[in-house]
C-alpha cells in the first residue's frame, strides 16, 4: 500500500517508476538498467534487504552517481552509521511524508547534477592535460630536430664571413644578414626548449 502510494506520487511530479517486490528482484532490475538515478530503498526488503543491496549498488562501475535513499523504522545514530557506511545518501522513516519525500528527491536531483559537472569538469581537466603533454612534446621534439641544421649553419656561414676573398662586396652583406638571422632563429629555439622544459609557454620570448 504504501508502495503504491509512493509510486503514484513520484509519477505526479513527472518521475518514471519502476518497483519491485523483493530485494533479489530489485538487485537484477538495478543490475539491468544502467539508467537509474534514484533509488528508494526498504532496509527490511525480503530476500535482500536495503543495506545489501545499497552495498551491492555501490560496487557496480556506473557511468553516473546513483543516489540512494534508506526507508525504515529504525531511528538512533548507530543506524544511521550503519546505513551510511553501507553507501546510503540520505534517509526517510516510516510512516512516510509526501512533503518529505518531494524534498528527498530534490536533493537528490541537485546532487545528481553536481556530481555529473564534476565528472565533466575532471574529463575536461583530463584532456587538457593530455593536450598540453602533446603540444610539450611535439615543440621539445620540433626543436631539437632544428638544432643540428642550424648549427651546421650558422658555422658554415661563420666560417664565409671570415672569408677574406668575399669582403667589400654584396656577398659579405648577405652573409651578415643571414648570420643574424640564423642566430636569431636559434634563440627562439633555445628560449622555446627552455619553456617547454620548464612546462611554461611564454607569450614573450626575448629574443634580442
Known amino acids: 500500500m504504501i508502495r503504491m502510494l509512493m ?3 513520484l509519477v505526479a511530479w513527472g518521475h518514471e517508476v519502476h518497483t519491485d517486490s523483493d530485494g533479489a528482484e530489485a538487485m537484477r532490475a538495478i543490475e539491468k538498467d544502467t539508467s537509474l538515478q534514484v533509488l528508494l530503498l526498504d532496509w527490511m526488503m525480503p530476500e535482500l534487504d536495503g543495506l545489501e543491496v545499497c552495498r551491492r549498488t555501490r560496487q557496480l562501475d556506473r557511468d553516473h ?20 557506511s553501507a553507501g546510503a545518501d540520505d534517509f526517510m522513516t516510516k510512516p512516510l511524508d509526501s512533503d518529505e519525500l518531494l524534498v528527498r528527491m530534490h536533493s537528490a536531483e541537485r546532487v545528481i547534477h553536481l556530481q555529473s559537472e564534476a565528472k565533466i569538469q575532471a574529463a575536461i581537466a583530463s584532456e587538457l592535460r593530455e593536450l598540453d603533454q602533446m603540444k610539450s612534446t611535439f615543440i621539445s621534439l620540433t626543436s631539437h630536430e632544428l638544432r643540428s641544421p642550424l648549427s651546421l649553419i650558422l658555422l658554415n656561414l661563420e666560417l664565409l664571413s671570415t672569408n677574406k676573398a668575399l669582403r667589400g662586396n654584396d656577398n659579405q652583406k648577405t652573409i651578415v644578414s643571414l648570420s643574424a638571422n640564423a642566430q636569431r632563429l636559434w634563440r627562439i629555439v633555445e628560449e622555446t626548449l627552455k619553456a617547454s622544459s620548464n612546462g611554461k609557454y611564454v607569450k614573450e620570448l626575448n629574443l634580442e
Open 7 to 9: 509510486e503514484r506520487q
Open 65 to 84: 552517481y546513483t543516489f540512494i535513499v534508506l526507508i525504515t523504522s529504525r531511528s538512533g545514530k548507530e543506524n544511521f552509521l550503519t546505513g551510511m
